[in-house]
C-alpha cells in the first residue's frame, strides 16, 4: 500500500486466454459454447502450442469455432471432422490436431466416422458438446435427445419404441482399444468447470505423448431449442441430463501399450 493510502495490485488472477480471440459471442444467451471455447484456448495456451494447432469443426453451431479460437481451423462437411483430421494429422504428424463437434454431428451423420478413428487409435482430441438436440438448424431431435424431450420433428416427446434410446457416447467409444481417453463433464456450475478443465488438459496431453484418440463430452445447454430462460436449461443439465449422462472418466490409459 502507498503512502497515500491506496492499494497497488500488479498481480492479474484472471484475463482472456491468447488463443481465445477478443469478440463479443454471438451465442444465445446461456448458450455454453463460449464456456467450452474458453476451456479449450486455455488448454492451449497452457501447452504453449497455438501455432502447431489446427482444429477442425462441422456444419452446426460448432463451426463457428473459427470465430473464437485463434488457430487454424478447417471446416468439414457434417460429421466428417474426425476424417479430416485423420488427414491432416497425418499430413503434419508434429501438429496438435483436434475436432469441435456436436451432438448431431458426431452422434448421427458422423457416428461412422467417430468410430472408425477411435479404434484406429488415431492421435487426435475430440471435444464432442452434447446440448441433445440439433442447435443450429431448428431444435430437431438428435441422438442424444432425451427420453420425453419434445423438439421440432418429436413434438410429443421422444419415445422409445419408436425413437430408440439416447446414446451415451462417452461410455460407448471408451470401450473401443484405440481410446486412450474418454471423460464426460458439464459447465453448469464453478466446481464443474474446474474439472472440465482438467479433463480437457488430459485429453490434449493424450495426444502430446502419442497415446491414441481422447474424447472429452461436454454437457450442454440449448435454451433456446429448448424453450427455456437460461437459469432453467442450466438446472436441467444440472438434474435430468447428469442423471442420464454421469460425469465422470470412463476411460484412462496409463501408458501406451497398444499396437
Same mark, same amino acid.
Given at each position: 500500500?502507498?503512502?497515500?493510502?491506496?492499494?497497488?495490485?500488479?498481480?492479474?488472477?484472471?484475463? $482472456?486466454?491468447?488463443?481465445?480471440?477478443?469478440?463479443?459471442?454471438?451465442?444465445? %444467451?446461456?448458450?455454453?459454447?463460449?464456456?467450452?471455447?474458453?476451456?479449450?484456448?486455455?488448454?492451449?495456451?497452457?501447452?504453449?502450442?497455438?501455432?502447431?494447432?489446427?482444429?477442425?469443426?462441422?456444419?452446426?453451431?460448432?463451426?463457428?469455432?473459427? @470465430?473464437?479460437? @485463434?488457430?487454424?481451423?478447417?471446416?468439414?462437411?457434417?460429421? $466428417?471432422?474426425?476424417?479430416?483430421?485423420?488427414?491432416?494429422?497425418?499430413?503434419?504428424? @508434429?501438429?496438435?490436431?483436434?475436432?469441435?463437434?456436436?451432438?448431431?454431428?458426431?452422434?448421427?451423420?458422423?457416428?461412422?466416422?467417430?468410430?472408425?478413428?477411435?479404434?484406429?487409435?488415431?492421435?487426435?482430441?475430440?471435444?464432442?458438446?452434447?446440448?441433445?438436440?440439433? =442447435?443450429?438448424?431448428?431444435?430437431?431431435?438428435? %441422438?442424444?435427445?432425451?427420453?420425453?424431450?419434445?423438439?421440432?420433428?418429436?413434438?410429443?416427446?421422444?419415445?422409445?419404441?419408436?425413437?430408440?434410446? %439416447?446414446?451415451?457416447?462417452?461410455?460407448?467409444?471408451?470401450?473401443?482399444? =484405440?481410446?486412450?481417453?474418454?471423460?464426460?463433464?458439464?459447465?453448469?456450475?464453478?466446481?464443474?468447470?474446474?474439472?472440465?478443465?482438467?479433463?480437457?488438459?488430459?485429453?490434449?496431453?493424450?495426444?502430446? $505423448?502419442?497415446?491414441?484418440?481422447?474424447?472429452?463430452?461436454?454437457?450442454?445447454?440449448?435454451?433456446?431449442?429448448?424453450?427455456?430462460?437460461?437459469?432453467?436449461?442450466?438446472?436441467?443439465?444440472?438434474?435430468?441430463?447428469?442423471?442420464?449422462? %454421469?460425469?465422470?472418466?470412463?476411460?484412462?490409459?496409463?501408458?501406451?501399450?497398444?499396437?
Amino acid at each position: 500500500m502507498s503512502g497515500g493510502g491506496k492499494q497497488h495490485f500488479d498481480k492479474v488472477v484472471f484475463k $482472456r486466454p491468447d488463443s481465445l480471440v477478443d469478440v463479443k459471442t454471438h451465442f444465445c %444467451p446461456g448458450c455454453h459454447h463460449g464456456i467450452a471455447h474458453r476451456i479449450v484456448a486455455e488448454a492451449i495456451d497452457h501447452f504453449g502450442m497455438r501455432e502447431k494447432t489446427v482444429g477442425v469443426a462441422c456444419v452446426g453451431c460448432s463451426v463457428f469455432l473459427y @470465430d473464437y479460437i @485463434d488457430v487454424d481451423v478447417v471446416e468439414a462437411p457434417h460429421g $466428417r471432422a474426425p476424417a479430416v483430421a485423420t488427414g491432416v494429422k497425418r499430413a503434419l504428424p @508434429d501438429h496438435f490436431v483436434f475436432t469441435y463437434q456436436g451432438d448431431g454431428d458426431l452422434a448421427a451423420i458422423g457416428t461412422s466416422e467417430i468410430i472408425h478413428a477411435a479404434n484406429r487409435g488415431e492421435n487426435l482430441t475430440v471435444i464432442f458438446v452434447n446440448n441433445t438436440t440439433y =442447435g443450429m438448424t431448428g431444435g430437431q431431435m438428435a %441422438p442424444t435427445t432425451m427420453l420425453g424431450q419434445k423438439t421440432s420433428t418429436s413434438p410429443y416427446g421422444r419415445e422409445f419404441s419408436n425413437d430408440g434410446y %439416447p446414446i451415451k457416447m462417452a461410455e460407448l467409444l471408451a470401450q473401443l482399444e =484405440g481410446v486412450a481417453f474418454s471423460a464426460r463433464v458439464a459447465t453448469s456450475s464453478p466446481a464443474q468447470i474446474r474439472k472440465a478443465k482438467e479433463a480437457v488438459k488430459t485429453a490434449f496431453d493424450m495426444q502430446i $505423448r502419442r497415446m491414441g484418440l481422447s474424447v472429452v463430452e461436454f454437457l450442454s445447454t440449448c435454451p433456446t431449442n429448448w424453450g427455456m430462460k437460461p437459469l432453467d436449461a442450466r438446472n436441467r443439465v444440472l438434474g435430468e441430463m447428469i442423471d442420464y449422462f %454421469p460425469l465422470g472418466t470412463f476411460k484412462e490409459r496409463k501408458q501406451a501399450d497398444f499396437v
